[in-house]
């Protein structure tokens, strides 16, 4: 087997303070332990370590008395750095991953590639102001985060969808199988999955 992608990192900032470790390789059922301070962030990121099968610890110690802004995006720049870090060169990678969840009576498409060209195109609407104590306008500051640090091309489309819990938790599911298929090692690709050579 390959060695274990992983990465662990820090950063600090007068805005936030975060750990995360994560392990795209996890040697038995994944796991997840996260604070971040916004509870409902903490459960969209059990369901990408669950439906990634990715181990994610993440701390985070943010200006939450300001709102969630900071948080929120600065998660996902160390999210998609710490991604980008595990994958290193991507040698043997699928580099594309897709998938439709249907959460009840909501419906959700994502699409990626690692391809290290960022892009973000996220196409739903939240009826709503909050989620619990996250702020549904942050989603998209998330995914947005997620795909300038990681290098990745990212299509969040929500075909279908009434209750804003039930989008939330499909981008999410969704997002973290398109992710898993996306970082699988297919044993027919021999170094980079680019008719160029290298992906960045």
């Given amino acids: ?33 996260v604070d971040t301070g916004i509870g409902f962030l903490d459960h969209m990121f059990t369901h990408v370590s669950k439906h990634g099968f990715m181990d994610i610890r993440l701390e985070c110690d943010g200006d ?6 900071h948080t929120v995006e600065d998660i996902g720049i160390v999210f998609g750095k710490c991604l980008a870090k595990a ?17 009840d009576e909501a419906l959700v498409l994502c699409a990626i590639d690692l391809s290290g060209r960022p892009y973000l195109n996220f196409d739903a609407t939240f009826t709503t102001a909050r989620l619990g104590d996250m702020d549904t ?20 489309k929500v075909l279908e969808g009434a209750n804003n819990h039930h989008i939330a938790e499909g981008i999410f599911k969704a997002f973290a199988r398109a992710l898993d298929q996306a970082v699988r090692l297919d044993p027919r690709v021999a170094g980079s999955p680019s008719t160029k050579g290298m992906l960045e």
């Fill in 1 to 33: 087997m390959a060695d274990r992608r992983s990465c662990e990192m820090e950063r600090n900032t007068n805005e936030t303070k975060i750990r995360l470790f994560l392990d795209l390789d996890p040697a038995g059922a994944a796991g997840c332990q």
């Fill in 64 to 69: 939450l008395e300001i709102d969630t802004h």
């Fill in 87 to 103: 994958l290193g060169p991507k040698a043997g990678i699928v580099r594309y991953g897709s998938s439709i969840i249907p959460m």
């Fill in 137 to 156: 306008e942050m989603f998209l500051e998330f995914f947005r985060a997620v795909a300038v640090a990681a290098g990745m091309n990212l299509h969040i």
